[in-house]
């Protein structure tokens, strides 16, 4: 003869954590959890003990336990199932809100994923309740980085949704040493009166060259959701090949934009050809009135070109504040657009903590989204 079959009763004896119900639909008994509302499989073919015990050992399972557990202790009133798994959801919610800012704290520092692991992590575990179940550093680099990253893309094009933009092509090798074009724009913000400057992607690559940075930069730009027609001007260095690269952007979208090389030279005295209309595109971003500035500008093109070919545009600029207090003001401002490399190439010696203790080679996107998280953290 075969093993006796187990009836349900058999079942909820062997369990502590199963009932009995009725089918409302259909009259006949099931085996549930108490708990959960899963109905249990009791059909000898389907492995009921397997099935049971996987439901039965999940961390999920002995949440909603003990939180049954709790409110019977304290005598509170009966809570149905639908209000403890909503009481759970919102605890995994606000889990994730903690976790997601952990992630940032440690990206807006420069500090690897991998420290979640280490005594800052163990730290949060402790004293921070809705921490208790953090994941491990690698867990965090694959999901929650990304998902706080994207949360931070998404308020830098908000901000940047209907202004115009400048292009900031910076070439240092990261970290690692790989060859990498880092992608800042800069806008100005009428909302607090402020221009920012924020890093958008980091490519690296095998070779610079003129179709290399015109690739990098394009894709930039369409993530924050811009085009060639919105950007006013080019900061770069004064290699040959980003000269071609402005020049073939320039024809290719039919459009004008000025290319500013190691500093910005917005406003100089060797573009004396130009009417003020040429340059209101560069005003509008830090000026309101626009229009205020034209009696000054004309009054700067009756001016006779230095002699001294060395004049320093900050300088001399400064010095014109008396003549022209709009325009200098507009010129001053214009003219600390470009982020020198220097200050990438600061920024990644200070990101050498981002990389594991084994110093093994991060991945690409990893990396990327760290660097621009920390490079924006005030933007």
């Known amino acids: 003869m075969g093993r006796k079959r187990k009836t349900l009763d058999d ?3 062997e369990h502590e954590d199963l009932q009995i119900a009725t089918k409302a639909s259909e009259g006949t008994r099931t085996l549930v959890c ?12 389907k492995k009921p003990y397997d099935r049971i015990h996987e439901h039965l050992t999940p961390s ?15 005598e509170t009133s009966q809570q149905t199932l639908f209000d403890m798994s909503c009481r759970q959801r919102a605890k995994e919610t606000e889990a994730d809100g903690v976790i997601h800012d952990f992630v940032r704290a440690l990206a807006y520092s420069g500090i690897s994923m991998h420290q979640a692991d280490g ?24 999901k929650y980085l990304k998902e706080a990253f994207d949360k931070d893309m998404e308020k830098i094009r908000d901000y940047m949704r209907d202004v115009k ?50 690739s990098a930069a394009s894709k930039a730009l369409l993530t924050v959701g811009k085009t060639w027609k919105d950007v006013v001007a080019v900061a770069t260095d004064s290699a040959e090949y980003v000269r071609k690269m402005v020049r073939e952007i320039c024809q290719a979208e039919g459009i004008q934009i000025l290319h500013v090389k190691d500093i910005a030279h917005l406003i100089h ?44 545009l900050i300088e001399y600029w400064h ?51 760290q660097m621009i998280m920390y490079v924006n953290k005030d933007a």
């Open 60 to 74: 999920r399972h002995k949440k909603f336990k003990t939180a049954s557990k709790e409110a019977e202790t304290a």
């Open 165 to 214: 933009v400048s292009v900031i092509v910076d070439e240092s090798p990261d970290i690692t040493g790989v060859p990498t074009i880092n992608t800042l724009l800069c806008y100005y913000s009428q909302k607090n009166v402020k221009k920012h400057v924020v890093l958008v992607d980091v490519d690296r690559v095998n070779a610079s060259n003129s179709y290399t940075v015109a």
């Open 11 to 13: 079942w909820c004896k």
């Open 269 to 312: 005295k060797r573009l004396l050809g130009q009417s003020f209309e040429d340059y209101r595109p560069l005003f509008m971003s830090v000026i309101d009135n626009v229009d205020s500035l034209n009696e000054e500008f004309n009054q700067y093109l009756l001016e006779a070109s230095p002699t001294n070919p060395a004049v320093e």
């Open 119 to 142: 005594p800052l992590g163990d730290f949060a575990r402790k004293y921070c309740k809705a921490a208790k179940t953090m994941p491990t550093g690698q867990r965090l680099r694959l």
């Open 319 to 369: 010095d014109s504040t008396s003549r022209y207090p709009r325009l200098a003001k507009a010129a001053l401002t214009l003219l600390c657009l470009a982020n020198g490399s220097c200050d990438v190439e600061r920024t990644f010696s200070q990101l050498r903590y981002v990389q594991r203790p084994d110093r093994s080679r991060m991945e690409t996107d990893m990396l990327r989204m």
């Open 34 to 45: 108490k708990y959960c509302n899963t109905e249990m499989v009791t059909d000898p073919a």
